[in-house]
């Protein structure tokens, strides 16, 4: 069975009731704002991983 790691063992029932309970919770217009949020947050991220691997792999900066 392929789960993602940190759903453990939810089912879909139990994801649609969060979706619901996430949209009644932030209302249709906010959702879109926050998962754009969100991915900034994750972009951002994975920037930072990029420039600390380059400076692992060139330490004295050229």
Not at 25 to 50: A, C, Q, T, Y
Request: charged share 25%.
């Amino acid at each position: 069975m392929n789960r993602l790691l940190f759903l453990g063992n939810l089912g879909a029932g139990e994801i649609i009731v969060i979706a619901l309970i996430v949209l009644l919770l932030f209302g249709g217009k906010k959702i879109p704002e926050l998962m754009k949020g969100i991915g900034k947050g994750v972009r951002s991220f994975k920037e930072g991983m990029n420039n600390i691997e380059k400076e692992i792999e060139n330490p004295d900066g050229k």
